[in-house]
């Protein structure tokens, strides 16, 4: 599988490899990935990572999900990149970090949109 983050590519080997890089942090403990396992990108899981908060993506060649979190009504602000780009979330997308971890093991082992969270269609 590969694996973006805000340093680098990576070629991911192992549910171990894969636990290590997704611990990564930047800056303020940031990061966001992206994994996938085809140059062309699809399918595709992504995440913005602050802290023990995340807020997850799916992406097909045809539909996209976003993470369904909580009722918390207001913004979450997240980093897309090593300059500090502020991307503004919803916080009822965020969810524990956590999940993360288990959707992005789930997807490396299946290659598909894990069912186990709620998603919402974009």
Same mark, same amino acid.
């Given at each position: 599988?590969?694996?973006?983050?805000? #340093?680098?590519?990576?070629?991911?080997?192992?549910?171990?490899?894969?636990? !290590?890089?997704?611990?990564?942090?930047?800056?303020?403990?940031?990061?966001?990935?992206?994994?996938?396992?085809?140059?062309?990108?699809?399918?595709?899981? #992504?995440?913005?990572?602050?802290?023990?908060?995340?807020?997850?993506?799916?992406?097909?060649?045809?539909?996209?999900?976003?993470?369904?979190?909580? /009722?918390?009504?207001?913004?979450?602000?997240?980093?897309?990149? !090593?300059?500090?780009?502020?991307?503004?979330? #919803?916080?009822?997308?965020?969810?524990?970090?956590?999940?993360?971890?288990?959707?992005?093991?789930?997807?490396?082992?299946?290659? /598909?949109?894990?069912?186990?969270?709620?998603?919402?269609?974009?």
């Amino acid at each position: 599988m590969y694996l973006n983050d805000f #340093s680098q590519e990576y070629l991911v080997d192992s549910l171990e490899e894969l636990e !290590i890089l997704l611990k990564k942090r930047f800056l303020e403990e940031i990061n966001f990935f992206i994994l996938t396992f085809k140059e062309n990108g699809f399918p595709q899981l #992504s995440a913005f990572v602050k802290g023990n908060k995340c807020v997850i993506y799916y992406l097909d060649e045809e539909v996209q999900y976003i993470s369904k979190g909580g /009722t918390e009504e207001g913004i979450e602000v997240f980093v897309e990149d !090593i300059h500090g780009t502020e991307v503004f979330l #919803s916080k009822n997308k965020v969810l524990p970090i956590d999940k993360f971890y288990k959707v992005a093991q789930s997807f490396f082992e299946t290659q /598909t949109r894990p069912d186990f969270i709620e998603w919402e269609k974009i």
